[in-house]
């Protein structure tokens, strides 16, 4: 079945220092893929998405490219600030006709 | 537009009370998710719904657990009798045309069952 394995966090960061959160999947077909920002007390919201292979999407900095060839949908982000202190999850939408999300990773930004 | 709203924001209540979280979707999406978030299980859907119809209750835990929308503006998921595992923060999400749209997840309700 579709299964998304994200980084363990938690991940700590400095102020203007650069992300990457891993991301890999399984799926047969064609899905597509997104990463989803959970805030403090809040619900997730959409963060970026990409629904087909070498497409990049792209949201306040961030990025991340659909890499069929890895099933890869790592998430980067070049210069990270304290507000950007969140959960991040990658999630795919294939075959099992609902999304199907990672674990999540929390990261967190130091000044 | 307010976004999806969920009602209440905490609900504390004793083990073996029937409990009833309230969802109101975007207006216009014709999709309904309930999802549950725990540290153990991180996020799991729940049920959906497509036009106020159960598509997929798979994910509902046990016959203790029922979800019900009566009419596009208006969900609900109950708990009868509710347990301590049942302790979770419970999200209700909605989108537009399909289950691969963009979901967009209300604020959540706390649940602490003691």
């Known amino acids: 079945g579709d299964s998304v394995t994200q980084m363990e966090g938690p991940v700590t960061l400095s102020e203007e220092a650069f992300l990457t959160i891993n991301c890999t999947y399984t799926?047969?077909?064609?899905?597509?893929l997104f990463w989803y920002v959970q805030y403090p007390g809040e619900g997730l919201q959409l963060l970026l998405k990409?629904?087909?292979?070498?497409d990049k999407g792209s949201n306040k900095g961030f990025e991340a490219t659909y890499r069929k060839e890895t099933t890869s949908f790592h998430l980067e982000k070049g210069s990270v600030q304290v507000s950007d202190s969140a959960v991040y999850f990658c999630a795919l939408s294939g075959t099992a006709s609902k999304l199907t999300f990672g674990t999540g990773t929390r990261l967190q930004v130091t000044l | 537009d307010a976004g999806v709203i969920q009602s209440p924001r905490h609900e504390v209540t004793e083990m073996g009370q029937e409990v009833t979280l309230r969802c109101k979707p975007i207006?216009?999406?014709?999709?309904l998710f309930w999802y549950r978030q725990t540290m153990m299980r991180g996020l799991e859907l729940l049920i959906y719904f497509n036009n106020n119809v159960p598509i997929d209750d798979s994910g509902m835990p046990e016959d203790r657990f029922s979800a019900k929308m009566p009419n596009a503006s208006f969900s609900t998921l109950k708990i009868q009798p509710s347990e301590p595992r049942d302790s979770a923060v419970y999200f209700c999400?909605?989108?537009?045309?399909?289950?691969?749209?963009?979901?967009?997840f209300g604020p959540g309700t706390r649940l602490t069952v003691l």
């Open positions: 999400a909605s989108s537009l045309f399909s289950i691969t749209d963009t979901q967009y």
């Open positions: 799926a047969t077909g064609y899905p597509s």
């Open positions: 207006s216009g999406h014709d999709y």
């Open positions: 990409a629904t087909k292979a070498d």
